[in-house]
T-cell receptor, first 112, second 115 residues
Framework: GENVEQHPSTLSVQEGDSAVIKCTYS??????FPWYKQELGKGPQLIID?????GEKKDQRIAVTLNKTAKHFSLHITETQPEDSAVYFC???????????FGRGTSLIVHP | EPEVTQTPSHQVTQMGQEVILRCVPI?????FYWYRQILGQKVEFLVS????????KSEIFDDQFSVERPDGSNFTLKIRSTKLEDSAMYFC?????????????FGNGTRLTVT
């Protein structure tokens, strides 16, 4: 099955800085890569996703890049704000299943 | 915006007891899921449900677990005889299509504490 590795486990930045979270996946047939944000006491919420037919996708301050050859994808948050503080999970969906496999999560802390 | 709702938010039970966790998925969604998250660890898939039957399950989802959609709105997870290691956050999710074609929408979770 699919295996997703996520780094770093904790990321601390100053407000206004950029943050980058990286994930790798094992199944070359994976074709869908969602990112979820989990705020304290809540369930994960989808913030952006990318499919394997594109290399980059942007939505305001967040962007995701995908390198299929290297089997890694990254989340980029620019101009971070304190409300971006949360746990972020990457996920990958292998071609043989429709169940996303999640990474271990990254705790992002944005200091005002 | 429609939401997935879960009840209760926190459940405390004694080891060996049965618990039922309840979920109301988004009304026009067709696929339903249960995930769990042990404190500080990754979100782990338990089971998916479509067309009134289990479509996929993980190794975690053994005979102690069962799911049911008793009516047109509720989706439940039952743990027959709870163990200490069942303590975790349990998340229900739903999607309009399967997880590869549309995103999962998660509820806020039920924190299960087994003592």
């Amino acid at each position: 099955g699919e295996n997703v590795e996520q780094h770093p486990s904790t990321l601390s930045v100053q407000e206004g800085d950029s943050a980058v979270i990286k994930c790798t996946y094992s199944d070359s047939a994976s074709n869908y890569f969602p990112w979820y944000k989990q705020e304290l006491g809540k369930g994960p919420q989808l913030i952006i996703d990318i499919r394997s037919n594109v290399g980059e996708k942007k939505d305001q301050r967040i962007a995701v890049t995908l390198n299929k050859t290297a089997k890694h994808f990254s989340l980029h948050i620019t101009e971070t704000q304190p409300e971006d503080s949360a746990v972020y999970f990457c996920a990958a969906l292998s071609g043989g299943s429709y169940i996303p496999t999640f990474g271990r999560g990254t705790s992002l802390i944005v200091h005002p | 915006e429609p939401e997935v709702t879960q009840t209760p938010s926190h459940q405390v039970t004694q080891m060996g007891q049965e618990v039922i966790l309840r979920c109301v998925p988004i009304s026009n969604h067709l696929y339903f899921y249960w995930y769990r998250q042990i404190l500080g660890q990754k979100v782990e898939f338990l089971v998916s449900f479509y067309n009134n039957e289990i479509s996929e399950k993980s190794e975690i989802f053994d005979d102690q677990f069962s799911v049911e959609r008793p009516d047109g709105s509720n989706f439940t997870l039952k743990i027959r005889s709870t163990k200490l290691e069942d303590s975790a956050m349990y998340f229900c999710a739903s999607s309009i299509n399967n997880g590869g074609r549309s995103p999962l929408h998660f509820g806020n979770g039920t924190r299960l504490t087994v003592t």
